[in-house]
């Protein structure tokens, strides 16, 4: 059974307001700081001594434009860094062109861990059951990360390692996640089975998009052009390495 602390561990706690500051910390730090965003994942894996305790704890949260949500048809979608769950969950434009990903925001914790938690945070943490992962990945979703050094478009099947791992190195940062223009007619589905639907972690989660056949693509039928991908508590997509 874990131990949870009251307090949590003593380390040097940096903000910023800048990704060009936030960039330069982490080139200098590397190994021993981490990024709080939401904080949702990141605190109680500190108090209960989950992760190594970092030096310093650098908050991103006052970096401005991170928290946005961008759509061009002919593009594609933006979905910044700080972008919230209850975000995700309540915008117009998703729900109207990506209601995949609306279904997996309001499958996600409590209204609280929602209106704080990230939909980046969520991929970052790359457990099995995250909600997110599946509904991204069953619509192509890609990952750009920026360092000092440079930027990296990641396909999202290609940012997931294992269990708590990424593709990230320790200089890097989520800067948002590029979701591809769905194709005209494209639907799309979450599916999530738990003991108290949103309050609890996913024991299996299940995406698909295609056609309008995409219900034979979760039952298991053989759909043109359609996407799938699944997680869960026990593995699944994002625990076998694909988040």
Do not use: W
């Not at 619509?139 to 294992?162: E, H, N, S």
């Amino acid at each position: 059974m874990a131990v949870f602390y009251r307090r949590l561990p003593k380390f040097k706690y940096v903000h910023l307001e800048t990704t060009d500051d936030a960039f330069a910390c982490l080139a200098e730090y590397g190994e021993r700081a981490r990024l709080l965003a939401g904080g949702t994942d990141l605190i109680p894996q500190l108090k209960q001594r989950e992760i190594p305790i970092p030096e310093y704890v650098i908050d991103i949260k006052g970096i401005p434009g991170l928290g946005a949500i961008r759509y061009d048809p002919g593009y594609g979608l933006k979905i910044g860094a700080l972008t919230t769950i209850s975000a995700i969950e309540k915008s117009p434009v998703l729900r109207e062109h990506y209601p995949i990903l609306v279904q997996a925001a309001s499958s996600m914790a409590s209204p609280q861990i929602r209106n704080r938690g990230t939909f980046a945070g969520n991929i970052c943490n790359a457990v099995s059951s995250a909600d997110s992962a599946p509904a991204l990945l069953a619509m192509g979703a890609k990952v750009v990360l920026q360092a000092l050094t440079g930027v990296r478009i990641i396909p999202l099947d290609k940012f997931f390692k294992g269990p708590r791992q990424t593709v990230m190195q320790k200089d890097e940062m989520l800067l948002h996640i590029f979701v591809p223009a769905p194709a005209p007619y494209t639907k799309g589905v979450y599916l999530k089975l738990s003991p108290r639907h949103s309050m609890d972690l996913a024991v299996v989660g299940v995406a698909g998009s295609g056609d309008e056949g995409v219900g034979e693509l979760i039952a298991g039928g053989d759909v043109g052009g359609g996407e799938g991908a699944d997680g869960g508590a026990d593995g699944g997509e994002c625990g076998d390495g694909v988040g």
